[in-house]
């Protein structure tokens, strides 16, 4: 089965910028979707097909995708940003979709 | 949009239960739906996906066989029937809208407790 695999975490000053990955096999052919879940809430999708971002999300939050690696990134990070971020794609070898591993989010 | 999960309770294993997922404020019959899982302090687990019409389903293999996911659209319900309930089956279950590919609307999610 497909797996997809993501940093348990990323530290990141307010200000600075948090990049985190979603490695996988060939997953920039692949359309990469993000979530950021908070304690106690649904996730909430950030990202679609790898760069796309839904109405409400800031611009500070964009994505790409290429080769064996796709990367949510995160500009100015502010402390509502700290979560836990999920990538997840449609695997059509198994019609399944799969969820990375998740990342948490600590900003400092 | 508006989607509530209900039906969930500790149920013995081996047991079965029903989750329910009223939806609202869109018309649900035009949309894909999911049934997504969350163990206790564990990451999101894809559990099911049905098409608009209802005539494709698909599963996750840890479910597959025990889990049957259908939908009214007459009640704007999303369904999700367990059997065969085991241990790991204890999550939170959340339904979710599918837009684009991905799932643009979540409920708060509904705890289900399989244990003796």
């Known amino acids: 089965s497909y797996v997809l695999t993501q940093p348990p975490s990323v530290s990141v000053a307010p200000g600075k910028t948090a990049r985190i990955t979603c490695g996988g096999n060939?997953?920039?052919?692949?359309?990469v979707h993000w979530y950021q879940q908070k304690p106690g809430q649904a996730p909430v999708l950030v990202m679609y097909?790898?760069?796309g971002r839904p109405s409400g999300i800031p611009e500070r939050f964009s994505g790409s995708n290429s080769g064996n690696t796709a990367t949510l990134t995160i500009s100015r990070v502010e402390a509502g940003d700290e979560a836990d971020y999920y990538c997840q794609v449609w695997d059509t070898t198994s019609d399944h979709y799969v969820f990375g591993t998740g990342t948490k989010v600590t900003v400092l | 949009v508006q989607l509530v999960e209900s039906g969930g309770r500790l149920v013995q294993p081996g047991g079965s239960l029903r989750l329910s997922c009223a939806a609202s404020?869109?018309?649900?019959?035009?949309?894909?739906m999911n049934w997504v899982r969350q163990a206790p302090g564990k990451g999101l687990e894809w559990v099911s996906y049905i098409s608009s019409s209802g005539s494709s389903t698909y599963y996750a293999d840890s479910v597959k066989g025990r889990f049957t996911i259908s939908r009214d659209d007459a009640k704007n319900s999303l369904y999700l029937q367990m059997t065969s309930l085991r241990g790991e089956d204890t999550a939170v279950y959340f339904c979710a809208r599918q837009w684009e590919g991905a799932h643009d609307s979540w409920g708060p999610g509904i705890l289900v407790t399989v244990s003796s």
């Open positions: 097909y790898d760069s």
């Open positions: 404020g869109f018309i649900f019959s035009t949309f894909e």
């Open positions: 060939n997953i920039g052919g692949k359309s």
